[in-house]
């Protein structure tokens, strides 16, 4: 088995990587994994993978896509769908289906003709695919790796509250400046914040030199298991709100506090937490990118999230208010209820194996799966 994830960000390779030891463990199957950017980064970070990097000066003909493998499991990378014969055999991973509009699906993608389509059937996905003439998508619940439940946290420093701070990959359409953009954002915001009431810990891609983030705290390039114990060691977790550390957060049944949106998907979340959530700070978010077209392409959206966060970077009234309103939030701890059960990884790979060990025609919503 194959696994491709888009190389933006860390969101989707987790997912990958969950669906992959899922297949590896639990149905005996021989993963391999492949990337760029921040993908592969991720996916270099895993103690138990075997990874490889992807062309990037021509990913759609790379000939170790699909290669030797027998299937495909293509996490948020249609334009590494390049013909009508790795269609078939590709098992196309969506958890990004509510934000899409109608110039991200055109008539001819190549999602209309992989072997099967799932989605993380957040914020309405499903129906919003539906809606731009995606059919036989089949909805699964949160894409997280199957781990048990972090216990309390340990006891830490009295009067400071251990925050876990989130970054991510850091990478996005709008290209590498973004990430650097956004870190000049996080460093204002995370000193407004204050050292002497927080212990922080940070975890962010540390592969890409041009990534910095200048703060009295420790700054690690976590991988998964890293991160889940980080999660089961910390009190709070602050995050850029990708889907993806909001489902894992929810899992883990810790408060969290978000930071700005890195990109466009995160200005969606934004608005759907803000519909959820009994606190200010997602509205505080969501404000600085009303004016960005929900109808432009996703690069064009990307580029002008990274100009917003410019700005803001330099907005001492944001940066001040940010942290007033980031406190309450602290005080008044919330748990994210988003993605339960967090079985999608395990729904994933149990109908990929039924499907590749039985040998049925591609799957779809005329079968069981297609009746959740």
């Known amino acids: 088995m194959a696994v491709v994830a888009t190389p933006f960000g860390f969101g989707p390779a987790s997912k990958a990587y969950s669906i992959g030891r899922v297949l590896a463990e639990e ?20 103690p138990d993978t075997i990874s490889s990097p992807l062309d990037t000066t021509s990913p759609p003909v790379d000939p170790s896509i699909p290669g030797s493998a027998d299937a495909v499991i293509n996490v948020l990378a249609p334009e590494m769908i390049p013909s009508a014969e790795i269609a078939a055999s590709t098992y196309y991973v969506d ?9 991200d699906v055109p008539e001819d993608s190549p999602l209309t003709r992989v072997r099967a389509y799932f989605a993380q059937d957040l914020f309405g996905s499903v129906a919003n695919l539906s809606r731009l003439g995606l059919r036989r998508v089949i909805p699964v619940s949160g894409i997280v790796a199957p781990v048990p439940l972090p216990g309390a946290p340990v006891p830490g420093t009295p009067d400071r509250t251990r925050a876990l701070v989130q970054l991510g990959g850091l990478g996005n359409p709008a290209g590498p400046e973004s ?21 922080l810990e940070i975890a962010m891609n540390r592969s890409d030199d041009g990534f910095r983030l200048e703060v009295d705290a420790p700054v690690r390039h976590l991988s998964a298991e890293g991160f ?27 408060p969290y506090v978000p930071l700005p949106p890195q990109n466009w998907s995160q200005v969606v979340i934004c608005r759907h937490m803000t519909r959820r959530s009994g606190h200010g700070i997602w509205t505080f978010l969501t404000r600085p990118y009303d004016s960005i077209d929900a109808r432009g392409p996703e690069e064009e959206k990307a580029a002008a999230v990274r100009e917003v966060n410019r700005q803001l970077a330099s907005d001492t009234g944001f940066i001040r208010g940010f942290a007033e309103i980031a406190h309450e939030a602290v005080s008044d701890p919330e748990v994210p209820e988003v993605g339960n059960p967090f079985e999608g990884a395990r729904e994933i790979a149990a109908t990929v194996a039924r499907d590749l060990n039985v040998g049925k025609s591609p799957v779809g919503p005329r079968g069981k799966e297609g009746k959740r």
């Open 228 to 254: 889940r114990i980080a999660l089961g060691g910390c009190d709070v977790v602050l995050s850029s709100p990708g889907m993806t550390t909001l489902v894992e957060v929810s899992q883990s049944r810790r």
């Open 95 to 103: 958890s990004l289906g509510f934000m899409w509009e109608r110039a």
């Open 179 to 199: 990430g650097r953009v956004y870190l000049a954002l996080a460093e204002r915001l995370l000193i407004a914040l204050g050292k002497n009431s927080y212990e």
């Open 27 to 46: 149905h005996d199957m021989d993963v391999r994994y492949h990337g760029s950017g921040s993908a592969l980064d991720f996916f270099a970070a895993q």
